[in-house]
Nanobody, 119 residues
Framework: QVQLVESGGGLVQPGGSLRLSCAASGIAFNLYAVTWYRQAPGKQRELVAGITTGGRTNYADSVKGRFTISRDNAQNTAYLQMNSLKADDTAVYYC?????????????WGQGTQVTVSS
């Protein structure tokens, strides 16, 4: 059974840091690209950062230079290091794992972890 579990969210003051983790099970993690999304109250879900199977990364303009996405295939885990956090970063953060194999798309979502940036 495919499962993604996010952790590491919480309450942090502006300017602080958090590290989110996305632990995968039930999949060949190294075959999946991983993307972090977030959804703030009353807003649409938006892409935050993504990492390919080969390690290439991309970021939303709003987080470039502050967030870093990485992956450890040996641990079946992806990470999102978030620095210089702002109130606007407050949201539920979700990880998604996606793979195309033999013309078929496989993907999975985690349950989300709340990040609140407030003084």
């Amino acid at each position: 059974q495919v499962q993604l579990v996010e952790s590491g969210g919480g309450l942090v003051q502006p300017g602080g840091s958090l590290r989110l983790s996305c632990a995968a099970s039930g999949i060949a993690f190294n075959l999946y690209a991983v993307t972090w999304y977030r959804q703030a109250p009353g807003k649409q879900r938006e892409l935050v950062a993504g990492i390919t199977t080969g390690g290439r990364t991309n970021y939303a303009d709003s987080v470039k230079g502050r967030f870093t996405i990485s992956r450890d295939n040996a641990q079946n885990t992806a990470y999102l290091q978030m620095n210089s956090l702002k109130a606007d970063d407050t949201a539920v953060y979700y990880c998604n794992a996606e793979s195309w194999q033999w013309g078929k798309k496989y993907d999975a979502w985690g349950q989300g972890t709340q990040v609140t940036v407030s003084s």
